[in-house]
């Protein structure tokens, strides 16, 4: 089964941004979708963007919509989270996964997960 590694988190200012790296151990099939989701403490788990792999289409929460991009790297294992203008309520555990599943599933829809990557927002 292929495993994900999530890069990249770390601390940041208000307003700055960050890079999310998503790696798995073998090139993602087309026929698999790949997610980004975000938990903060007490919360449910919420996709924030995922990127289809049959045709590279794109989805976004509507409060990132303007900020992040979800894009894959040429070797088919690696999908980016570029994170813009981040703001302190989006200090969260950032988490990857993979599934043949729509884009607009839910979390329960994804099988297999990074082990998440804390994104902390300092004001």
């Known amino acids: 089964q292929v495993q994900l590694v999530e890069s990249g988190g770390g601390l940041v200012l208000t307003g700055e941004s960050l890079r999310l790296s998503c790696v798995a151990s073998?090139?993602?099939?087309?026929?698999?979708?790949v997610a980004w989701f975000r938990q903060a403490p007490g919360k449910e788990r919420e996709r924030v963007s995922c990127?289809?792999?049959?045709?590279?289409?794109?989805t976004y929460e509507d409060s990132v919509k303007d900020r992040f991009s979800i894009s894959r790297g040429e070797a088919k294992n690696t999908v980016y989270l570029q994170m813009d203008n981040l703001a302190v309520e989006e200090t969260e555990v950032y988490y990857c996964?993979?599934?043949?599943?729509?884009?607009?599933?839910?979390?329960?829809?994804?099988?297999?997960w990074g082990q998440g990557n804390k994104v902390t927002v300092s004001s």
């Open positions: 990127i289809r792999g049959s045709d590279g289409r794109t």
């Open positions: 996964a993979t599934d043949v599943a729509p884009c607009w599933g839910t979390a329960d829809d994804f099988g297999t």
């Open positions: 073998e090139p993602i099939s087309d026929y698999y979708a």
